[in-house]
């Protein structure tokens, strides 16, 4: 009798089509069936692992659960077992912290199968080079061509962006989440750019931003920071291709660092009745080969690094990869602590109110650094 396991992933292509398509190859290889189930982008994001852990032997995650997985013991560390030297090679070949995302309280909760930042997306038939600072863009703004996903908890992440560019990356530890001086910068830069958006960006995710660039007739140029998603970079996923890069940059020197850090891990469950069976197809779809070849080739987004280096692989995607590298490689890592996930969202409103109603920066930032600490004490 085939053995049958259950996985639970995210709504969209890059999550699903990977997952589907790597498992009957699987299937294939060891006779042991994965079937998958999908959640939309915002379940996704908070809806909650321990949960999903009752119901699937795998999980996709994102990595700022991992405080809140810890405290439910609802997954199975993946460094358990006698795997080191393939740890050390994923660790080896990670992009960027992804693999480290997933590594809290001394212990691995998923290894990473998906990489992704907030990168900067254009439409290359309109623009022949994606900005380069942040003056080109708030001159594409003021011409109603800029768009900008704000739906929580993306308006955070842009100001995570926006600050840790700027050389002031916001706390990961105790106290606030960033001291006032800074956070007020930050906060009023996001705000120059905001009050010249269309108003529905509030309403907007990356995939919905991404949809809209991407739609026929549409006019929007630039989507300067948002989750990178492969499949718009695809002949033939939607009427006009978008491109990628890097993301402007406000410092000085020109440099793409401290974009939020996004992507996937593939996770085991504590409860799962076929835990063996379960990581042994995690350390199989986290693979090189898988990764670079069929995870790729499926639509997948690859969380190891060997992937994004494949000339193929890149020209396959009109250099997405290799575009996109230097945000990823020097991504910032959110908080990952137990009550993380509910400050995320809180923080994210309370923002997105702010930019609403074009509150003082103060009084924004003062709201935001109570909501951390609080959570930091739950």
Same mark, same amino acid.
């Given at each position: 009798?085939?053995?049958?396991? *259950?996985?639970?992933?995210?709504?969209?292509?890059?999550?699903?089509?990977?997952?589907?398509?790597?498992?009957?190859?699987?299937? #294939?290889?060891?006779?042991?069936?994965?079937?998958?189930?999908?959640?939309?982008?915002?379940?996704?994001?908070?809806?909650?692992?321990?949960?999903?852990?009752?119901?699937?032997?795998?999980?996709?995650?994102?990595?700022?659960?991992?405080?809140?997985?810890?405290?439910?013991?609802?997954?199975?560390?993946? %460094?358990?077992?006698?795997?080191?030297?393939?740890?050390?090679? =994923?660790?080896?070949?990670?992009?960027?912290?992804?693999? *480290?995302? =997933?590594?809290?309280?001394?212990?691995?909760?998923?290894?990473?199968?998906?990489?992704?930042?907030?990168?900067?997306?254009?439409?290359?038939?309109?623009?022949?080079?994606?900005?380069?600072?942040?003056?080109?863009?708030?001159?594409?703004?003021?011409?109603?061509?800029?768009?900008?996903?704000?739906?929580?908890?993306?308006?955070?992440?842009?100001?995570?962006?926006?600050?840790?560019?700027?050389?002031?990356?916001?706390?990961?530890?105790?106290?606030?989440?960033?001291?006032?001086?800074?956070?007020?910068?930050?906060?009023?830069?996001? %705000?120059?750019?905001?009050?010249?958006?269309?108003?529905?960006?509030?309403?907007?995710?990356?995939? @919905?931003?991404?949809?809209?660039?991407?739609?026929?007739?549409?006019?929007?140029?630039?989507?300067?920071?948002?989750?990178?998603?492969?499949?718009?970079?695809?002949?033939?996923?939607?009427?006009?291709?978008?491109?990628?890069?890097?993301?402007?940059?406000?410092?000085?020197?020109?440099?793409?660092?401290?974009?939020?850090?996004?992507?996937?891990?593939?996770?085991?469950?504590?409860?799962?009745?076929?835990?063996?069976?379960?990581?042994?197809?995690?350390?199989?779809?986290?693979?090189?080969?898988? #990764?670079?070849?069929?995870?790729?080739?499926?639509?997948?987004?690859?969380?190891?690094?060997?992937?994004?280096? %494949? *000339?193929?692989?890149?020209? @396959?995607?009109?250099?997405?990869?290799?575009?996109?590298?230097?945000?990823?490689?020097?991504?910032?890592?959110?908080?990952?602590?137990?009550? =993380?996930?509910?400050?995320?969202?809180?923080?994210?409103?309370?923002?997105?109110?702010?930019?609403?109603?074009?509150?003082?920066?103060?009084?924004?930032?003062?709201?935001?650094?109570?909501?951390?600490?609080?959570?930091?004490?739950?």
């Amino acid at each position: 009798m085939t053995l049958k396991l *259950k996985g639970m992933t995210w709504s969209h292509p890059r999550g699903y089509d990977p997952m589907v398509h790597c498992s009957t190859l699987f299937m #294939q290889e060891t006779g042991i069936e994965v079937s998958w189930d999908k959640r939309s982008l915002q379940d996704f994001e908070s809806f909650p692992v321990e949960e999903l852990a009752k119901n699937y032997d795998l999980i996709v995650i994102d990595h700022p659960h991992v405080g809140q997985i810890t405290a439910s013991e609802c997954l199975v560390p993946l %460094d358990s077992g006698n795997q080191q030297g393939i740890l050390d090679e =994923y660790l080896q070949h990670s992009v960027g912290p992804s693999y *480290k995302s =997933y590594f809290w309280k001394g212990q691995q909760w998923a290894l990473p199968i998906d990489a992704a930042a907030q990168v900067q997306a254009y439409r290359p038939d309109i623009i022949s080079q994606p900005p380069k600072c942040w003056e080109e863009i708030i001159e594409l703004a003021k011409n109603g061509q800029v768009i900008l996903p704000l739906r929580s908890p993306h308006a955070l992440m842009c100001f995570y962006t926006l600050a840790a560019n700027q050389g002031c990356p916001c706390n990961t530890g105790d106290g606030d989440l960033i001291n006032m001086a800074e956070g007020v910068k930050t906060y009023r830069l996001l %705000d120059e750019l905001v009050s010249l958006l269309d108003p529905q960006c509030f309403e907007m995710d990356p995939i @919905a931003a991404l949809e809209a660039m991407s739609a026929p007739n549409s006019s929007f140029a630039v989507m300067p920071y948002g989750y990178g998603y492969v499949s718009y970079a695809l002949e033939g996923f939607r009427p006009n291709l978008l491109a990628f890069s890097d993301i402007p940059s406000i410092a000085r020197n020109g440099v793409p660092a401290g974009s939020v850090l996004g992507g996937t891990g593939i996770a085991v469950s504590a409860l799962s009745e076929h835990r063996e069976e379960a990581m042994k197809f995690a350390y199989w779809i986290a693979s090189s080969e898988v #990764q670079r070849l069929s995870y790729a080739a499926s639509g997948g987004q690859p969380g190891h690094a060997m992937a994004w280096h %494949d *000339k193929h692989v890149n020209l @396959a995607t009109h250099g997405f990869y290799s575009n996109t590298l230097s945000t990823l490689e020097t991504s910032f890592v959110r908080p990952r602590h137990n009550g =993380y996930m509910h400050f995320q969202n809180a923080a994210s409103e309370r923002l997105s109110l702010g930019l609403k109603k074009r509150e003082q920066a103060e009084t924004v930032i003062t709201d935001i650094n109570a909501l951390y600490k609080r959570s930091r004490n739950r």
